[in-house]
């Protein structure tokens, strides 16, 4: 059942998913892939809640994706079709309960400047890469990931910033679902991974390449580019184009190297948000949910 909530001025707030709310997301990759994805991804129940802004007529002004990403983690994904739902998703995005707020900087930026518990932003060029035809062969050495690459990974990502992944068995876990849903690619020598890249969000027709690395003792082996261009092969397989954002202590940007049309479309915003519980009793609650985790892997081991 759907609820609707007037909110004055002829505007409504829709608890649920407005009718047309998909197809639009869709439609408006890749600046909106993080809602377009979060809607198509599979899901257990309630670790993905949204609500809608509308006009008059029951025009869609606006979207607020609110997903888990990790234990006690929640992100808030906007869409912004009409800057006179901003105010409205912002108050949404303050009461949900996230920590993070991202997007491309058409639909973040004008949430973003109504928000009251802004920790710090992060801004960075957004590629989208839409002609990868007449690539370069595969190396060998690289393979699409499989669950069974999950230690692995775990290992490979180890001095990543996971703390939302508390105990070695929800890692493992991740990463046997990155492997099972996601795009990802290994670089393997000898038996052994030594690299990995994975898409992050999934939409219709883009995907985006969050995150990749290489083992610290095989850096500098020219590793990277074929691990990267096994990805990009391995989404235009998949009928998706490529989109990412390059950090700055990456010196290779990934997508725009794969492709010469690779070039910056928008910027890439995360707004981190303060804990809405004071700092002391919001490390109470995360060393709590870290326990209980970890009580819950002994007792399946």
């Known amino acids: 059942m759907t609820v609707r909530l007037p909110i004055g001025s002829g505007r409504w707030l829709r608890l649920g998913r407005h009718p047309e709310l998909e197809g639009i997301a869709a439609d408006g990759e890749p600046r909106t892939l993080p809602v377009s994805s979060a809607l198509r991804a599979p899901r257990r129940p309630g670790t993905l809640l949204v609500a809608c802004v509308e006009g008059g007529g029951g025009r869609l002004l606006?979207?607020?994706?609110?997903?888990?990403?990790?234990?006690?983690?929640?992100?808030?994904?906007?869409?912004?079709?009409?800057?006179?739902?901003a105010p409205w998703i912002a108050r949404l995005a303050q009461v949900s309960g996230a920590t993070r707020v991202y997007g491309t900087a058409e639909h973040v930026d004008p949430v973003a400047d109504r928000l009251t518990r802004?920790?710090?932003?992060?801004?960075l060029p957004f590629h989208s890469s839409m002609a990868i035809d007449g690539l370069p062969p595969v190396d060998p050495r690289?393979?699409?990931?499989?669950?069974?690459?999950?230690?692995?990974?775990?290992?490979?990502?180890?001095?990543?910033?996971?703390?939302?992944?508390?105990?070695?068995?929800?890692?493992?876990?991740?990463?046997?679902?990155?492997?099972?849903?996601?795009?990802?690619?290994?670089v393997e020598l000898d038996g052994e991974v030594v690299g990995a890249a994975f898409g992050d969000a999934a939409g219709r027709d883009h995907v985006f390449l969050a995150d990749g690395t290489i083992r610290p003792d095989h850096r500098g082996q020219g590793l990277s580019w074929p691990m990267v261009l096994a990805f990009v092969v391995l989404a235009r397989d998949e009928g998706l184009a490529v989109c990412g954002s390059p950090v700055a202590?990456?010196?290779?940007?990934?997508?725009?190297?794969?492709?010469?049309a690779g070039r910056p479309v928008d910027e890439w915003v995360s707004v981190r948000l303060r804990p809405r519980l004071p700092e002391p009793a919001q490390r109470l609650r995360t060393r709590a949910v870290r326990a209980l985790d970890r009580r819950l892997e002994r007792r399946r081991r």
């Open 249 to 260: 202590s990456n010196p290779m940007d990934p997508v725009a190297h794969a492709d010469a």
């Open 142 to 186: 690289t393979r699409r990931a499989v669950p069974a690459d999950a230690p692995a990974l775990a290992d490979l990502f180890a001095s990543y910033g996971l703390s939302h992944l508390p105990s070695r068995r929800s890692r493992r876990r991740h990463f046997e679902r990155v492997a099972r849903d996601r795009l990802a690619v290994v």
């Open 118 to 123: 802004v920790e710090r932003v992060v801004r």
């Open 62 to 85: 606006g979207a607020l994706a609110v997903e888990r990403s990790g234990v006690g983690r929640w992100d808030a994904l906007p869409l912004l079709l009409d800057v006179e739902a």
